[in-house]
């Protein structure tokens, strides 16, 4: 069984530029979801996507956004990066279906510093 | 919007001391789950807890669902220095598709 993989592992960006980072999913799951973590904080869920469509979103602006794609990998885009993108980007992976408890897998995720 | 709060934010003990830490909210979870979290690295599922008032065991950990669902309780007894760790409780609503509610963690350090 393969776990969550992301990439890249670290990424340092400038003001104002765009970034993608990329997940794959653990073997068999067909959900993914997108959290930040701050330093010092708990992570916070972006967004979740199910069958390619975006099923669900936390409280982050239009321009975070996503894909997932039909083996189940995904990607998280944000453009017009600001100071405060600077965080710990999580790619966790979960099986959709009854009995749902929503246990997430998560990926050893992605550090993006901006400058 | 639902909130979890974790008490408390810092805790340093001797190893084999115990120690309980403590996930609380005013609302109502559907699940709730604890996760490790270690530097560098993503959170590590620990447990799922479904019903109020259950109790699950993991080796030394107790982790314990309120009655009402709202709050649950982690507890560690004889800790070590491999316990060391960020602890995160996370709850999950009832559809599934809002993504789970995390704690901002204990960090937790046994010290040898």
């Known amino acids: 069984e393969t776990g969550v993989t992301q990439s890249p592992t670290h990424l340092i960006k400038t003001r104002g530029q765009q970034v993608t980072l990329r997940c794959s999913s653990q073997s068999g799951h067909n959900t993914v979801s997108w959290y930040q973590q701050a330093l010092g904080q708990g992570p916070q869920f972006i967004f979740q996507y199910y069958r390619e469509e975006e099923n669900g979103r936390g409280n982050f602006p239009p321009r975070f956004s996503g894909l997932q794609f039909p083996n189940y990998s995904s990607e998280l885009n944000v453009n017009a990066l600001e100071l405060d993108d600077s965080a710990l980007y999580l790619c966790?992976?979960?099986?959709?279906?009854?009995?749902?408890?929503?246990?997430?897998?998560f990926g050893p995720g992605t550090r993006l510093t901006v400058l | 919007t639902q909130l979890l709060e974790q008490s408390p934010q810092f805790l340093s003990i001797q190893e084999g001391e115990n120690l309980t830490v403590y996930c609380n909210s005013s609302s109502v979870f559907s699940s709730l789950q604890w996760y490790r979290q270690e530097p560098g690295e993503g959170p590590v599922l620990l447990v799922t807890v479904v019903t109020g008032g259950e109790v699950k065991k993991l080796k030394r950990l107790t982790f314990q669902f309120g009655d009402a669902r709202k709050d649950s309780s982690l507890h560690i007894t004889a800790a070590q220095p491999g316990d060391t760790g960020l602890y995160l409780c996370a709850g999950a609503g009832g559809g599934g598709a809002d993504g789970l509610t995390f704690g901002k963690g204990t960090h937790l350090i046994i010290q040898p």
């Open positions: 966790a992976s979960s099986l959709a279906g009854f009995p749902s408890y929503n246990e997430q897998f």
